[in-house]
């Protein structure tokens, strides 16, 4: 039983109110933007608002960090739109259960750490290119459809909606300067939302994207041929819902790290996650993974603990079932204004004033993973990238530290000090400061400021021993460490070479110990 309180952290210490509150104002938010994915992906409107539930209860209950708020999010919903338009329903229900067990996986087989070779420039990029989505999709709501099609909206329409915007950004700001009592997002909610209805306000509510009632997420089966080709259909897209689903949550997690100066779980937040998505495919919902703005939201109310996301959870609950005909009045407007400011507050602006300090090519993968979340909306594509493209500049910067030292001692024989690592990268420098046929009978190689990290370096080494041995002269590695002599243990059966042992110097790992 103690372990199973454990799991829910309720020794933490929760400000009960700020927490309630903080859930309140969460589900406002959410609401409309699980509808919104919902219907773009062609999906009944009650499957966005099934996932929020699902996906926020589970999460916030079991994932591994406090304070992170899941629900159906649009990255997740994307990858399925076209499962759903060529085979229906009931596969998109399968590749999200399939989903969730991958995900399962990744948490059971710790998995999870991999998020940590993310760059701080990536992030940057990430989270930069994530505000200008926030805001740029907040922008849908000004336009209206006129006989079939999209246009802006004009006159009294538009000044009336800009003015409650302006109103519900107006308080949110000044709020907090007079109390931090209540979060502020919710009582601009409110106060825009008992303005329009007390003067009779004409303007674009939640009614008017989807009604939001409906009973208890209903047990469901995917109703599919448990086939091998049914696998073929399913499993490609399951992958990519999970990697994108578990990146997004990953890296939100990362986030809620920096913001609150703790630790989160990866791999018990991946377990959840996969566990949510487990249950979406059996309840109906369309599946999500964590959704940035509302963290954002949840943690600039105040919250903290797990209590504001089961609350959040459990007030879209309650909506569905008994509370649809007071939300659906509420103006969108209000909405609006609350995402605008998550997209400011969301926008890394220290990368403005750090800009001229940081390396060029970081510079320059942050500005790229930007333009990719925001051309693409592929936050998890954005992100591969520039993790790509950091690794390749961090192996084309080592590849220029390769060094070699070189003298003669007494006895004639010619030592070269190698200084940097010796991998794929470097291995063309590093052969080519060798001279094979000038140098005398015995050639010493001198690893103590270097290592040899990958099988390309085994390769280079073995070719070098071949030149030597080819020009009849011997060869030594001297002060390789322990870890490479596991790599030349390993390869032993494609390279021979004559180590040197020497008990009077301590081998790098030692040194570095």
């Known amino acids: 039983m103690k372990q199973y309180l454990r799991l829910f952290d309720f020794s933490q210490k929760v400000d009960y109110k700020v927490e309630i509150l903080a859930g309140l104002t969460v589900a406002m938010t959410m609401i409309p933007e699980s509808l919104s994915f919902a219907i773009l992906a062609g999906f009944p409107p009650l499957m966005g608002l099934y996932a929020a539930f699902i996906m926020g209860l589970v999460t916030a209950a079991l994932g591994g960090r406090p304070g992170m708020i899941s629900g159906g999010a649009g990255a997740t919903v994307v990858v399925l739109i076209a499962l759903m338009q060529s085979h229906g329903l009931e596969y998109v ?37 994530l505000a200008v989505i926030i805001f740029m999709s907040q922008l849908e709501q000004f336009k209206t459809v006129v006989n079939g099609d999209v246009t802006w909206i004009t006159g009294n329409t538009l000044y009336i909606m800009a003015a409650l915007v302006a109103l519900t950004i107006a308080i949110i700001v000044i709020l907090p300067r007079f109390t931090k009592a209540v979060p502020p997002s919710l ?52 992958l990519i819902m999970a990697g994108v689903a578990l990146t997004e949550s990953l890296l939100t997690l990362n986030l809620v790290d ?38 954002l939201v949840n943690l600039s109310a105040g919250a903290r603990a797990r209590l504001a996301g089961i609350i959040a959870a459990l007030t879209i609950l309650v909506i569905i079932l008994v509370g649809a005909p007071v939300i659906e009045l509420v103006p969108m407007a209000a909405l609006v204004g609350v995402m605008v400011m998550v997209a400011v507050g969301t926008f890394e602006w220290i990368s403005f004033r750090i800009i001229n300090k940081m390396p060029k ?18 936050l998890a594509l954005a992100v591969l990238i520039g993790v790509i493209i950091s690794a390749l500049v961090f192996a084309w910067e080592s590849a220029k530290r390769i060094r070699a030292r070189k003298y003669v001692d007494a006895n004639g024989v010619k030592h070269y000090e190698i200084y940097g690592p010796l991998f794929f ?50 060869l030594h590695l001297k002060h390789l460490s322990e870890d490479c002599r596991v790599l030349l243990k390993n390869a032993e059966e494609v390279i021979e070479v004559n180590i040197l042992e020497d008990p009077h110097y301590p081998v790098a790992t030692d040194k570095l110990a």
């Open 93 to 129: 229900f399968a590749a999200v259960a399939l989903a969730g067990i991958l995900q399962i996986l990744v948490g059971v087989f710790k998995l999870g750490k991999f998020i940590r070779l993310v760059p701080q420039p990536v992030m940057y990029g990430f989270v930069n290119g």
């Open 187 to 238: 009582v601009a909610i409110i106060v825009v939302f008992l303005v329009v209805l007390g003067f009779d306000i004409d303007t674009k509510t939640v009614s008017d994207i989807a009604a939001v009632s409906g009973g208890l997420p209903p047990f469901h089966i995917p109703a599919v041929p448990f086939t091998f080709e049914t696998l073929q259909i399913v499993f490609p897209y399951a």
């Open 258 to 295: 920096e913001i609150t100066g703790t630790r989160g779980q990866g791999n018990r937040e991946c377990v959840a996650q996969g566990s949510a998505n487990l249950l979406n495919g059996f309840f109906f919902g369309m599946g999500g993974c964590a959704m940035i703005a509302q963290t």
């Open 361 to 378: 090519q970081d510079v320059f993968v942050g500005i790229l993973v930007a333009i990719i979340t925001i051309w693409l909306h592929n």
């Open 425 to 474: 990268g470097s291995v063309t420098a590093f052969s080519e400061k060798f001279d094979v046929l000038n140098d005398p009978e015995e050639v010493v190689v001198d690893f103590k400021e270097s290592r040899v990290a990958d099988m390309s370096g085994i390769d280079a080494l073995n070719k070098l021993t071949e030149r030597y041995h080819a020009a009849g002269k011997k």
